[in-house]
């Protein structure tokens, strides 16, 4: 059963850089894309971006001038940053496998508020 | 920006059938946009049900269905069941850009 934990700080500051990473307990980090996505307070879902077992990158064109995903194989995780945040930037985060375009499994999801 | 529209909000009778749309602004919804759909409950982790339009997970109860409707993605659920009461999402994926997008969410009553 593959399993993804989110983790980081639940309370960000206004301007600051949000920090989160994703962990896999069990299964291959090899092959697949990551997904990180969120959904805000009374609003839907929100792809972010995603990144390959090899590296590259993909963005949310509305996001991606603040996001940065990365992975580290090795620790068989992968995370997330999003710089200058604002109060819209509060949310649960999600992190999710893809392979071949089909979206499996997702981790439990991480509060984030952004407040001072 | 690329829009997906869902249904903001149906109502089904318990065992009754029904059927959620997933529109793209930049045209038809094809095999190639690789429909993906998650159910929602609240404090709960998103559920995959549906990936590449049609296919189920192993998980899927198979009241779920997957299609193309009229240039949509759609999701029909049949035989209706109190539990199935939740938001359900599209999430579309664009290869020109190499990105995918989620609809707003359909929430589901069941009455």
């Known amino acids: 059963q593959v399993q993804l934990q989110e983790s980081g700080p639940g309370l960000v500051k206004p301007s600051e850089t949000l920090s989160l990473s994703c962990s896999l307990s069990?299964?291959?980090?090899?092959?697949?894309?990551w997904f990180w996505m969120r959904q805000s307070p009374g609003k839907g879902l929100e792809w972010i971006g995603r990144i390959y077992y090899n590296g590259n990158t993909n963005y949310s064109p509305s996001l991606k001038s603040r996001v940065t995903i990365s992975i580290d194989s090795s620790k068989k995780s992968f995370s997330l940053r999003l710089t200058s945040v604002t109060a819209a930037d509060t949310a649960v985060y999600y992190c999710?496998?893809?392979?071949?375009?089909?979206?499996?499994?997702w981790g439990q999801g991480a509060p984030v508020v952004v407040a001072s | 920006q690329t829009v997906v529209t869902q249904e903001p909000s149906l109502t089904v009778s318990p065992g009754g059938t029904v059927t959620l749309t997933c529109a793209s602004s930049t045209g038809a919804v094809t095999g190639a946009s690789s429909a993906n759909w998650f159910q929602l409950k609240p404090g709960q982790a998103p559920k995959s049900l549906i990936y590449g339009t049609r296919n189920k997970h192993s998980w899927t109860p198979a009241r779920f269905s997957g299609s193309l409707v009229g240039g949509k993605a759609a999701l029909t659920l049949s035989g209706v069941q109190l539990e199935d009461e939740a938001e359900y999402f599209c999430l579309l994926f664009y290869g020109d850009d190499q990105i995918w997008v989620f609809g707003g969410g359909t929430k589901l009553s069941v009455l």
């Open positions: 069990s299964g291959s980090i090899s092959s697949y894309h």
């Open positions: 999710a496998r893809e392979l071949n375009w089909k979206v499996d499994y």
